[in-house]
């Protein structure tokens, strides 16, 4: 016997329960016990339920409690969020004082290591408790010039100049001797000072300098480039032992215990079993965090969060060590420093022109720049963090630009990759014009952008930096941009089609093409993507076919592949375009090329029957394809989106046969296909079921899932469930959105709750269209008017703002609705009279609202005897209303011109008199329209003298005298055929036989 899965047993059990959905839950859990599913007693109930199923709502107070709850978590998420903000901001402060505090200490030196004149520079490392730091056998010096070590030499008292020059706490460079006739003493350089930075290898940038292995790297690479060495100094006048700031060079791992105090600081909190010596001798708990050495450049970065600090060092490589920046704070140094101000003199560096590389030094160059690049771009934790691999980019193509270098092609498409990681199309299209001097849409204009270094230099455009790297890179830019014309442009001149029109414009020769290089089936399928996604199947078809079919492609074997096909199935299933999804598949498998999971997924909307699932599944597990999650999940998307619901159960059985358990997206397509099919009970079973298996649970816990949920308790009209779900979202964690509290708004509507509906509805920060809808009617039905009139007033004049127009139109008729009901006549002309100045034209359904707020609900001519009647003051409404549309010319519709004389006649008097002088002024559109044109057309008529009937009815008698000369406003009407004996019922119903009296 076929054992079915518990998840399979939850939907059948609920599919056999259609004759009644409220037994639906019984059903399931007696299905779930006879299998010995369920795991928990009977007693143990989902958070928050009873043991019915719903929540214990005897009064509105747990209503007000929930809401109570929600507000608390709210309000902490808002405060939390504003700490964090003032925080932040106080970090930036104080990052800004200590980076401006310690600039202002610092001199640079420029050096020419051209000239025949010596550096004259001794440099030595120093770590703490001013100890020496050997870099061979009794080598602890670095000779400037020659860059070689070397040993003390005797006469340096070595112990004394450390003793009065460093601080026992202080790590890093100093120089240890000065040649008097060298470039460094005429700059001011004296032996004890500490050298904190050098030149960048390109341009004037500085990178900190702890350690002279790292001294030595960066001068030789510098040397290579320029001759103009550029450190930076602390001058001997300005001590160590005055700063209360120290680095350390430590290996992973650290060993350290951080976090955040109140003031803002990253702070050392304790040290654990993996503190090395150096960590527990040098740094003590309290130590400020201020700084880490970057992994690409050996440049100290700022840090202000314990998440910055692990995401600088994570990124290390295991034996690589980390130079970390610390700030004792005062209470923490063991003696009295001196806090004496300095003043140091300022020496701005000179802006000197690079002379430009030979090729071996732009091959170095370039070879640096890649290795840069792919350390930033193989690690997918750097994307969308401030967007690090595409600052690097810019910082490669500054140093190229700035040593007036030229991009290769390896080097150019890795940055053009960093830029499309990161989102910048535009940036990546421009980099690509400026590099290889070549128009980027392919034409055969000439390139307008130039790479420009910030301080000197310019890149040298390169066009054999064009290869089939760099092209896709330069499609893949144009096609998020959604410029398909450009990159079928690009396309064609990668396909060697030079001289064809695309868009108005020619097509470009590029180098190498055919030659060089060929574009592949990769390019022709970015392309074709973006084709497919644009919903062009035509366009697409096309650039499909012409894939593998021009010389070119012929001749380098170029064929479609199973990218191609799987892009062409996706987009004809989405399409509906079932026979021809299949056509293609099936030449897909004639043309020799094995399908993968993502064409059977693809196909899986393609299929009209449960049979060809079955089918297609079985093919895939026979190919050896084994079906993911994602699978399945289309096929159960595919099915309850077609209502099968008993087909679905099968597959969600096979699917846990398999050893795939459903997850959060499974459910939410089953409570959705449900919820469309108005099965709004069996979606509640179906997830109140999965939240009482403790195995299920935990997936549940989804904002989108409660939202269905919530939403289907409000289809049942049932908000103390709403209400009950909301409060289990919160307790278990789950912050609920904004689609989540409007459904709680519509729920509150439906139970005509209004007051708890305005109550929820102001809890929701930033309202989007369908929750101010809601919200709206809501405080309609509390008689919120004037707040609902001004916020639509606002919402029209406010571009780009949550509600469209269509939706202020229904604001409006609800606020008209509600204003009738509740006999407010006064809000509802102001109302209505407001809706007709924002250019609104009244609907058939605005007029039917007014009818049946006012009780005239539209009756046939044979039960004219039964229409209610109306107080006086919802007449003169229905005339301000005709007077109103007079003004503008606008038509009403036949029912409420109906609904006005029948009105009139049940009230009689006066009042049916003028619904008499009505029905005579009516006149149809087409006639309207031609009495018009006359008009217009002769040069003496004169303006009509016009009353409102408003008017005509507040001064009846002094317009019935033949001394006033007046003319009744023409009634226009929209009338369909099968309106006409009503109208004619209607104004029967107020005929006089004599004429107007």
């Avoid at 691999?389 to 498409?413: W, Y």
């Avoid at 199947?537 to 990218?563: A, H, L, R, S, Y």
């Avoid at 006005?900 to 009689?908: E, K, P, V």
């Avoid at 008017?951 to 000369?965: G, I, M, P, R």
Wanted: proline fraction near 3%; aromatic fraction near 6%; charge should be neutral.
């Amino acid at each position: 016997m076929v054992q079915y899965s518990k998840h399979a047993i939850i939907l059948f059990s609920i599919l056999a329960s259609t004759p009644s959905d409220s037994e639906a839950f019984s059903t399931i859990s007696s299905s779930l016990r006879h299998r010995s599913l369920i795991s928990c007693r009977a007693s143990q109930t989902p958070r928050g339920v009873s043991a019915t199923g719903g929540l214990n709502f005897n009064d509105e107070e747990k209503a007000e409690n929930i809401l109570d709850d929600l507000s608390d978590a709210l309000q902490r998420d808002e405060e939390e969020n504003a700490l964090e903000e003032k925080l932040m901001e106080l970090k930036r402060t104080r990052t800004r004082e200590r980076v401006e505090n310690q600039n202002r200490s610092r001199t640079t030196v420029a050096l020419d290591t051209s000239s025949e004149q010596s550096l004259g520079m001794v440099v030595a490392q120093v770590k703490r408790g001013r100890e020496l730091v050997a870099m061979g056998e009794n080598r602890f010096l670095l000779n400037m010039d020659t860059l070689v070590y070397q040993e003390f030499p005797d006469a340096v008292d070595i112990e004394g100049l450390l003793n009065e020059r460093v601080d026992a706490s202080f790590s890093g460079l100093v120089v240890m001797a000065v040649d008097p006739e060298g470039q460094a003493y005429d700059q001011g350089v004296r032996p004890g000072d500490l050298l904190v930075a050098s030149s960048a290898t390109m341009g004037t940038k500085m990178w900190p300098k702890t350690t002279l292995d790292g001294l030595l790297s960066s001068v030789s690479s510098r040397k290579v480039v320029s001759p103009v060495l550029n450190l930076q100094v602390q001058p001997a006048n300005d001590k160590a032992t005055i700063d209360n700031r120290f680095e350390l060079e430590l290996s992973k791992p650290l060993g350290i215990e951080i976090g955040e105090n109140d003031v803002g600081y990253v702070v050392v909190t304790g040290f654990n079993e993996n503190a090395s010596k150096l960590v527990r001798t040098g740094i003590q708990v309290g130590d400020r965090i201020i700084a880490v050495a970057s992994a690409m450049g050996g440049s100290l970065w700022p840090v202000s969060t314990v998440e910055g600090v692990i995401s600088a060092c994570i990124t290390r490589f295991p034996n690589q060590k980390i130079n970390m920046q610390f700030e004792r704070p005062v209470e923490n140094l063991l003696r009295s420093v001196s806090t004496k101000e300095f003043v140091t003199k300022s020496t701005n560096t000179a802006k000197v022109a690079l002379p430009k590389l030979t090729p071996m030094k732009e091959k170095l160059l370039l070879e640096r720049c890649q290795e840069l690049l792919r350390r930033y771009q193989t690690n997918d934790e750097f994307l969308g963090k401030r967007d690090i691999p595409t600052v690097v980019a810019d910082k490669v193509t500054d140093a190229i630009a700035s040593a007036s270098a030229s991009f290769d092609a390896v080097t150019l498409s890795m940055v053009m990759n960093a830029h499309n990681a990161c989102g910048n199309w535009k940036k990546s299209i421009e980099l690509f014009e400026g590099a290889v001097g070549l128009k980027a849409d392919g034409s055969i204009e000439g390139a307008a952008f130039k790479i420009k270094g910030k301080t000197t230099g310019e890149v040298i455009s390169n066009p054999n930096a064009v290869n089939l790297y760099s092209a896709s890179a330069l499609l893949n830019a144009w096609v998020k941009l959604g410029d398909l014309p450009t990159a079928n442009r690009v396309l064609a001149a990668l396909d060697g089609s030079s001289g064809k029109e695309v868009e108005g414009k020619s097509v470009a020769i590029w180098p190498g093409v055919s030659t060089s290089f060929v574009p592949d089936a990769a390019c022709y399928n970015i392309v074709l993507a973006a084709v497919a996604n644009s919903g062009d199947i035509t366009e697409m078809m096309n650039v499909f076919n012409n894939i593998g079919t021009t010389d070119v492609q012929v001749k380098n074997g170029v064929k479609k592949d199973v990218t191609s096909y799987n892009t062409v199935i996706s987009a004809l299933s989405k399409a509906d375009m079932h026979d021809k999804a299949f056509e293609i598949f099936n030449d897909m498998k004639s043309g020799g090329i094995a399908a993968n999971k993502y064409t059977y997924t693809s196909l899986i909307k393609s299929c009209q029957s449960t049979l060809d699932m079955e089918e297609l599944l079985y093919e895939m597990k026979e190919k050896g394809i084994s079906p993911d999650i994602v699978t399945y999940n289309t096929m159960i998307r595919t099915l309850c989106d077609r209502l099968k619901w008993y087909d679905a159960q099968k597959f969600i059985s096979d699917m846990e046969r398999s050893g795939l358990k459903p997850n959060a997206l499974t459910y939410g397509f089953l409570m959705q296909g449900l919820f469309r099919a108005r099965k709004y009970s069996a979606c509640l079973t179906l997830f109140e079921s999965a939240c009482a298996d403790s195995r299920t649970a935990p997936i549940m816990e989804n904002v989108y899932l409660f939202t269905t949920a919530i939403s289907a308790a409000a289809a049942l009209k049932n908000h103390e469930k709403a209400f009950d779900l909301v409060g289990r979202m919160t307790r278990s964690g789950v912050q609920p959105n904004t689609k989540t509290l409007t459904a709680l708004v519509k729920a509150c509507i439906s139970a005509s709750k209004s007051d708890l509906a305005v109550k929820v509805y102001r809890k929701i920060k930033e309202p989007d269209g369908r929750a101010m809808v809601q919200g709206l009617k809501a405080m309609c039905n509390e008689g919120h008017f004037e707040e609902v009139l001004e916020t639509l007033h606002q919402q029209y004049r406010t571009r780009g703002s949550a509600l469209s127009g269509k939706e202020v139109a229904t604001g409006f008729s609800n606020l008209i609705q509600q204003s009738l009901r509740q006999k407010d006549l006064l809000t509802a002309r102001k109302s209505f009279n407001k809706f007709l100045s924002l250019g609104y034209i009244p609907s058939k359904v605005l007029f039917n609202d007014i009818i049946e707020s006012l009780g005239l609900i539209p009756v046939m001519e044979r039960n004219l005897a039964f229409a209610p009647e109306i107080p006086e003051e919802s007449f003169d409404f229905l005339l301000f209303v005709m007077d109103a549309l007079r003004q503008r010319n606008l038509a009403c519709d036949a029912n409420f011109y109906s609904a006005l004389l029948i009105a009139g006649s049940r009230i009689g008097g006066l009042r049916r008199r003028i619904c008499s002088l009505i029905s005579e002024s009516r006149v149809t559109k087409l006639t309207q329209m031609k009495e018009t044109a006359i008009m217009d057309s002769s040069e003496d008529h004169e303006k009509r003298n016009e009353i409102g009937w408003g008017d005509l009815l507040k001064d009846y008698n002094e317009y019935n005298t033949d001394e006033v000369n007046y003319n009744l406003p023409p009634v226009l009407i929209n009338v369909r055929k099968n309106q006409v004996r009503r109208v004619l019922a209607a104004e029967s119903g107020v005929a006089y036989r004599s004429g107007r009296r």
